[in-house]
């Protein structure tokens, strides 16, 4: 028990450490500017006494390891600065498309994982039949279009011409829970093709890979019937595999948001990031940025941390 | 050249599906100047016109020819997808090699680093610094080689591993090689296949990731022709039910069709991965 304790602990404190090194070069990264963030946004026409106040305003006049002290202090404590654009608070732009970027997320990951795996395992078990081939050959055509010309035929098949769905996906406060799904069904329809022929692909090898591990076999040689094979020896085994592949493949998705968000004009974080970008409003940039990079590492490590509990071998040590 | 033959002989209809939609992008981008009807970057009529004998394709958002411009977009985005992934490659291969090589601290301290790169998502990470930086199209290559070298130095240095513990490798060693001489005749050669296939991989992602990035307005600038902006700027098309504004991105989406299948071809081929 206590060698599991210590490789979860080592997990936290390495996903802890990298969550730190990630801010230190999202922060740090500015100070790469040629001359300074003053001129990269008044530009060269500002005189010396407009460039010195706004300097003074963003506190760039205090050096690097104090800024970064005072940003990184302030976001801990929820204050992520002001955008440049428009002076509001970036906690206030953030707070609702957080909860819209999440929402599209969860309504994408709610239909892909039980679709994905339930495929997966079954392409594993009719493996080299032909809806194993025509699988394969569907999954890797679908894994290489980019997300936008998924998202492009959606909206020109479902929204154009059949007319089902909202080509633009306005998502407001004051609309129900049903509404508010009827409009994010194309972004989240978009997301789950993407992300389905992934983790499909992954979960067929995961199984595949252990039903040709020498237990699996003994058991079969044994006369144990194919459901209780499945059930009692491979399931437990494939669980930590399985887990992986399914978080894997959500940090994936926490990226894909940005894209389809644009393309369906979804009030999302992945837009404010898009537009923060496009004004070189880099506050914003930073503070989104890091807010997917820090959900990115965090799956990562619930992938590894949970692989690791669900180790039936670390679980019954001998 | 005769196995080389013969294995083509024996390739699935996939694989030579891909290999022949490879060939026919090579020969567009090659010959764009002489298969377009107008130039790159000229406006030959007003915004937006259907399709005709005169502009088969119709005309974008600018005015200038669809065709033109999805001809010479193929010579553009290919050629700075390929150049950024031969970048990638001997970043990877390189510093993947001397980890093996080397081993010891060296190992460590590139392995760390390259652990740090990959904990952030690539498109994130090359839009932060593509916010910083600017978007010039050297610079583009250079930040997206970088962040896809790091996939390319966990396969190269894992491969490497295998083969520094070889005998002949030894042999090299206590004859007096230097490094430089053992990575490139010893280990390079040994390791060359899985690389081959992942070349085909990275390409593909590469060429994604930029067409996304151009799609988002921070790739290829314009005017130079590139499908991911293309896309972009004339999606309002879209809405009216046209779907010219979708064929660059089926360009896109049909050149990693071809090479995913080849390079899966080629997997199955090469030992260890089989799995029929």
């Excluded at chain 1, 009719?126 to 569907?138: E, S």
């Excluded at chain 1, 006369?223 to 930590?240: E, F, S, T």
């Excluded at chain 2, 296949?193 to 991989?201: D, I, N, S, T």
Aim: hydrophobic share 55%; glycine share 8%.
């Amino acid at each position: 028990m206590t060698q599991i304790l210590t490789m979860v602990a080592q997990r936290l404190a390495l996903g802890l450490l990298t969550l730190f090194v990630v801010s230190l070069i999202i922060f740090l990264g500015v100070e790469l500017l040629p001359g300074d963030l003053t001129q990269a946004i008044l530009g060269q026409a500002a005189t010396e006494e407009t460039v010195a106040a706004f300097r003074r305003e963003l506190k760039l006049d205090l050096p690097p390891h104090e800024r970064y002290v005072a940003w990184l202090g302030g976001i801990l404590q929820g204050d992520l600065g002001h955008s440049l654009a428009n002076k509001r608070a970036i906690t206030e732009l953030m707070g609702v498309r957080l909860w819209n970027t999440l929402f599209l997320a969860f309504i994408s990951a709610a239909v892909a994982v039980p679709l994905a795996l339930g495929l997966g395992i079954l392409a594993a078990l009719y493996r080299g039949t032909p809806y194993d081939r025509a699988v394969n050959i569907v999954t890797l055509s679908s894994i290489s279009f980019p997300e936008f010309f998924v998202a492009y035929i959606l909206i020109l098949v479902l929204a154009v011409q059949l007319g089902w769905f909202p080509s633009i996906s306005n998502i407001g406060e004051e609309l129900g829970f049903w509404e508010r799904v009827y409009r994010s069904i194309l972004p989240a329809l978009t997301l789950t093709l993407v992300v389905v022929a992934h983790m499909m692909r992954m979960t067929r090898a995961a199984i595949i890979n252990l039903m040709a591990s020498p237990y699996i076999e003994m058991a079969n040689l044994k006369g144990l019937p194919r459901v209780r094979i499945i059930v009692r020896h491979a399931l437990p085994n494939a669980l930590a595999p399985i887990i992986n592949v399914v978080v894997i493949n959500l940090a994936y998705l926490v990226v894909g948001v940005v894209i389809v968000e644009v393309v369906f004009v979804y009030p999302g974080l992945g837009q404010l990031l898009i537009d923060a970008v496009r004004t070189r409003d880099i506050p914003v940039v930073q503070a989104t940025g890091l807010f997917f990079a820090a959900a990115y590492i965090l799956l990562n490590l619930t992938a590894d941390v949970l692989s690791i509990l669900t180790n039936p071998r670390l679980l019954h040590p001998r | 050249m005769q196995d080389a033959l013969r294995l083509l002989g024996n390739s699935p209809w996939s694989a030579r599906l891909g290999m022949l939609v490879v060939l026919f992008y090579v020969v567009v981008a090659i010959f764009a100047p002489v298969l377009t009807p107008y130039g790159e970057s000229e406006i030959v009529a007003a915004e937006y016109e259907p399709w005709s004998s005169e502009f088969l394709l119709g005309t974008d958002n600018l005015g200038r020819d669809m065709l033109t411009r999805l001809i010479y977009g193929a010579r553009n985005t290919i050629g700075i997808a390929l150049i950024t992934t031969v970048l990638a490659f001997l970043i990877g291969c390189v510093a993947g090699f001397l980890a093996a090589t080397l081993g010891g601290w060296a190992d460590q301290a590139i392995g760390r680093v390259v652990d740090v790169l990959m904990a952030i998502p690539q498109l994130i990470f090359a839009l932060l610094i593509l916010t910083i930086v600017g978007t010039a199209i050297p610079i583009l290559v250079v930040v997206i080689a970088v962040l896809d070298s790091t996939r390319v130095f966990r396969l190269s240095r894992a491969v490497a591993m295998n083969i520094v513990v070889m005998d002949y490798v030894e042999v090299a060693r206590l004859r007096g090689e230097g490094l430089w001489w053992i990575m490139r005749r010893e280990v390079l050669p040994n390791a060359l296949p899985p690389l081959v296939a992942e070349f085909g991989l990275r390409f593909c992602f590469v060429f994604l990731l930029l067409s996304a990035l151009s799609f988002l307005g921070l790739g290829i600038q314009p005017p130079t022709a590139d499908w991911g902006s293309m896309v972009r700027d004339n999606a309002t098309l879209i809405t009216f039910g046209d779907f010219t504004p979708i064929l660059p991105a089926a360009s896109i989406a049909l050149l990693t069709v071809g090479v995913n299948f080849i390079v899966d071809w080629f997997l199955h081929q090469t030992a260890g991965l089989k799995d029929e």
